[in-house]
């Protein structure tokens, strides 16, 4: 069985060993760690996709889409907005929505329908309420919900949770030792 064996770079080096994991800390990027995974004899990496590769993904899908965020002073400019659908638009003054009292609110645009949804309105923001105020509320108060809360935590499996534990070092450890990787599958 192979071992699966862990190492901390700064960069990925020329010669890799096989069923390994890199984990490289690249120096421009003081608070990242790229992962790359080896195939069985080290020929070759594969590296796990980063933030780079997930900003350029998430930018090509709301290209694609025609999607978007767009900010607009009020209801006349978004009406006077070409419109496509999932187009959403924060309104900065939506008063003259007649369901708006004040303030901005966010719509999106739905084609099947061709109108816009108000997804949120502004004013409500700063909404404080109190437990009497809630209706359809427990019938219990909020000191004996949190009781019941705090007195709720139990484990079926608690002779195992009582194995974890660190060394002199404050490393992990399971009944005493350090925890162990194993490779269960090499299909690369």
């Given at each position: 069985m192979a071992v699966m064996k862990f190492h901390k770079v700064t960069a990925l080096p020329g010669t890799l060993e096989g069923h390994s994991v890199y984990l490289v800390a690249p120096a421009g990027k003081p608070n990242y760690v790229e992962l790359y995974a080896t195939n069985a004899d080290g020929t070759s990496a594969r590296r796990i996709l980063n933030d780079v590769d997930i900003q350029a993904m998430i930018d090509a899908s709301i290209a694609a889409s025609g999607a978007g965020v767009e900010i607009v002073a009020d209801i006349a400019a978004?009406?006077?907005?070409t419109t496509a659908n999932g187009k959403y638009v924060l309104v900065l003054d939506a008063s003259a929505d007649p369901t708006v009292n004040s303030g901005a609110a966010s719509y999106v645009w739905r084609s099947a329908t061709s109108t816009w949804i108000k997804l949120t309105e502004y004013e409500s923001m700063d909404l404080s309420l109190t437990?009497?105020?809630?209706?359809?509320?427990?019938?219990?108060?909020p000191a004996a919900i949190d009781a019941?809360?705090?007195?709720s935590h139990t484990h079926a499996n608690m002779t195992e949770l009582n194995k974890i534990g660190e060394d002199g070092n404050g490393d992990f450890t399971y009944n005493g030792q350090p925890p162990r990787a194993r490779l269960e599958t090499a299909g690369w």
């Open positions: 978004r009406d006077a907005l437990w009497a105020a809630i209706s359809g509320k427990p019938t219990s108060s019941a809360v705090a007195n």
